[in-house]
């Protein structure tokens, strides 16, 4: 069960970046994958799920608008543009993924509906 995020890194306020998350092993078959980041003193949450079987998407209240979750099933790889970042967005962001979980569109989501999980990526968001 490997997953792999990549593309976080520093990035202005306003800007944007693309986070990748690339599944193999079991993983490959997932049914969802989401988002997650947890800053520094909080508890991790959840920013967007979608639905292998139908791309059905979900998305925190606090990033819709700005953030789209995307799929590649060839890849299988789910991609997460963040636009108009802003400072509270920082954060470190996990993919995590389940084989039998479907999000709801209207959530929620909860970290324990998955159960495989990448190492996490840095965002960082300052001038």
């Known amino acids: 069960e490997v997953l792999v995020e990549s593309g976080g890194g520093l990035v202005q306020p306003g800007g944007s970046l693309r986070l990748s998350c690339a599944a193999s092993?079991?993983?490959?078959?997932?049914?969802?994958i989401g988002w997650f980041r947890q800053a520094p003193g909080k508890e991790r949450e959840a920013v967007s799920c979608?639905?292998?079987?139908?791309?059905?998407?979900y998305y925190a209240d606090s990033v819709k608008g700005r953030f789209t979750i995307s799929k590649d099933n060839a890849k299988n790889t789910v991609y997460l543009q963040m636009n108009e970042l802003k400072p509270e967005d920082a954060a470190v962001y996990y993919c995590?993924?389940?084989?039998?979980?479907?999000?709801?569109?209207?959530?929620?989501?909860?970290?324990?509906?998955?159960?495989?999980w990448g190492r996490g990526i840095n965002v960082s968001v300052s001038s």
């Open positions: 979608i639905n292998r079987s139908d791309g059905s998407t």
């Open positions: 995590a993924a389940d084989t039998m979980y479907y999000c709801e569109p209207y959530g929620p989501i909860r970290n324990a509906d998955f159960r495989s």
């Open positions: 092993g079991s993983t490959m078959y997932y049914h969802a």
